[in-house]
Nanobody
Framework: QVHLADSGGGSVQAGGSLSLDCVGSGYDFTNCRMGWFLQDPGKERKLISLINSDGAVEYGDSVQGRFYISRDNVKNTVHLQMNQLKTEDTGAYFC?????????????WGQGTQVTVSA
């Protein structure tokens, strides 16, 4: 059974830094893009960053140049370093694994971890 355990986050003042970690288990994540999405209450989850197993990365426009994602394919872990945090970065961050399973693309989610950035 696929399981994503995300951790980290917390509270920080604007301009500070936090980091998030995600550990995947129960699946071969080689064909999965792994990363993070942010969800504000009442809104859809929006992309923060995704990374392929070959290291190719994608960042959402709002975090480009401030957040950095890395991945360990052996340990099935993903790390997100968040710098120069802004109040609008506040929300629940969800680890995600988008996996190609034959002709289908399926997304698995972690339980979420809260990030709060105060002015």
């Amino acid at each position: 059974q696929v399981h994503l355990a995300d951790s980290g986050g917390g509270s920080v003042q604007a301009g500070g830094s936090l980091s998030l970690d995600c550990v995947g288990s129960g699946y071969d994540f080689t064909n999965c893009r792994m990363g993070w999405f942010l969800q504000d209450p009442g809104k859809e989850r929006k992309l923060i960053s995704l990374i392929n197993s070959d290291g190719a990365v994608e960042y959402g426009d709002s975090v480009q140049g401030r957040f950095y994602i890395s991945r360990d394919n052996v340990k099935n872990t993903v790390h997100l370093q968040m710098n120069q945090l802004k109040t609008e970065d506040t929300g629940a961050y969800f680890c995600a694994a988008r996996c190609q399973r034959g002709p289908s693309l399926r997304t698995y989610w972690g339980q979420g971890t809260q990030v709060t950035v105060s002015a």
